[in-house]
């Protein structure tokens, strides 16, 4: 079987079987995988509204499966080629409904996916339950997977941050569905695609867990979400569809993206990028005194300032990740978010914001 480079489907939408054309690909090659798979919508008859006339639902011949155990089978098939293109670091998200997403959260782990979260898609404008035999059916599900528990995944939680007004971002994301100017339609006015995911909830799934360079795959292309996001932030995208129209719907919508010219627009700051600053120096600054205590934010666990920067508590004695992973019992700690120094007003504050002090006074 002849490999195909990713160098030369960088970009690209190939027209075939995505499982036929991952197994085609170079190993360990894609940096980031986004599956939106058929869902198994079992809607059998068609759904009215209460006036009679007809809601869009998904009818088509690819999202019927003839039982539970052959949907396992075809979601256990074309994830074992995902996993095979993707870089040990290289991570995973795959959408579903409830009407799938259970089954294939339990194939993933048997795969050797290490699930990292689930993020709950609210549709702040679902469609309504128009029988109210149900609850609405308000959200999707989005699994978030690295390749393995040792994986060294992307992260860019200060990007995710400032996107959420410098709030950490949260797993209920509220998007809207793809509606308006953004949905593709076709000659007759009507839905290119049933499933077309909105762009902002893409932006957000790129932005978080790839740099800017990396390769996104999406193996159930479509109309191209995936690979217009991708565009605009300086990814590269590789898109598999069997679809013809759905291609073409793609290809134009991707076409008239703009990149963006100057890529340092699509930089962000993330405190490893930072200047280190030692905690040394904030001792020797006078920011805080040899002998000043510190306390994590629920004042559980204290420690003393010492005059070298090191800490000493009832536990352990070094630096300030070291003595926080102590008053843990953690492997681990960032000390300047654990740390906290008491303020005149006897409010507590993160070692941290005395950090930036220091940024700030030499202008980094």
């Given at each position: 079987m002849k490999v195909r480079q990713t160098s030369d489907l960088l970009d690209t939408i190939v027209n075939d079987d995505c499982v036929k054309v991952m197994n085609q690909m170079e190993e360990k090659s894609?940096?980031?995988?986004?599956?939106?798979?058929?869902?198994?919508?079992?809607?059998?008859?068609?759904?009215?509204?209460?006036?009679?006339?007809?809601?869009?639902?998904?009818?088509?011949?690819?999202?019927?499966f003839e039982s539970m155990e052959t949907y396992d089978q075809y979601t256990t098939t074309w994830m074992k080629a995902a996993r095979?293109?993707?870089?040990?670091?290289?991570?995973?998200?795959?959408?579903?409904?409830?009407?799938?997403?259970?089954?294939v959260g339990k194939i993933l782990q048997d795969l050797g996916f290490w699930i990292l979260n689930d993020i709950i898609w609210d549709k702040v404008n679902p469609m309504p339950n128009f029988k109210g035999t149900r609850f609405t059916n308000a959200h999707e599900t989005l699994i978030w997977a690295s390749k393995g528990q040792a994986s060294r995944y992307t992260f860019n939680?200060?990007?995710?941050?400032?996107?959420?007004?410098?709030?950490?971002?949260?797993?209920?994301?509220?998007?809207?569905l793809c509606t308006g100017k953004e949905r593709l339609k076709d000659k007759n006015g009507d839905k290119l695609h049933p499933t077309q995911k909105p762009e902002a909830l893409l932006y957000r799934v790129v932005l978080a867990s790839s740099k800017v360079g990396d390769v996104v795959l999406d193996p159930f292309f479509g109309t191209g979400t995936t690979g217009a996001?991708?565009?605009?932030?300086g990814r590269?995208?590789?898109?598999?569809?069997?679809?013809?129209?759905?291609?073409?719907?793609?290809?134009?919508?991707i076409d008239a993206v703009q990149p963006v010219e100057n890529e340092q627009c699509l930089e962000y700051m993330t405190k490893k990028k930072m200047p280190r600053i030692p905690f040394g120096n904030v001792v020797e600054r006078g920011l805080l005194q040899p002998g000043d205590m510190l306390y994590d934010a629920a004042r559980r666990h204290w420690a003393i300032v010492r005059a070298d920067g090191t800490l000493k508590s009832d536990k352990a004695e070094g630096s300030i990740h070291q003595v926080g992973a102590a008053a843990q019992n953690a492997p681990a700690c960032n000390g300047w978010t654990y740390w906290h120094y008491e303020k005149p007003d006897k409010e507590l504050?993160?070692?941290?914001?005395?950090?930036?002090?220091?940024?700030?006074?030499?202008?980094?």
């Open positions: 894609v940096d980031l995988i986004f599956a939106d798979p058929p869902y198994n919508l079992q809607l059998g008859e068609a759904l009215l509204r209460p006036d009679n006339s007809n809601v869009s639902g998904v009818y088509e011949e690819w999202d019927n095979r293109v993707l870089k040990d670091d290289g991570a995973l998200w795959v959408i579903g409904s409830y009407h799938n997403i259970f089954r939680y200060e990007a995710m941050k400032a996107l959420n007004e410098d709030t950490q971002m949260r797993s209920d994301w509220h998007i809207p996001v991708a565009k605009k932030l590269h995208f590789i898109g598999i569809e069997k679809d013809p129209a759905y291609i073409q719907g793609a290809k134009e919508r504050g993160a070692i941290d914001e005395l950090r930036e002090v220091l940024r700030a006074e030499a202008g980094l």
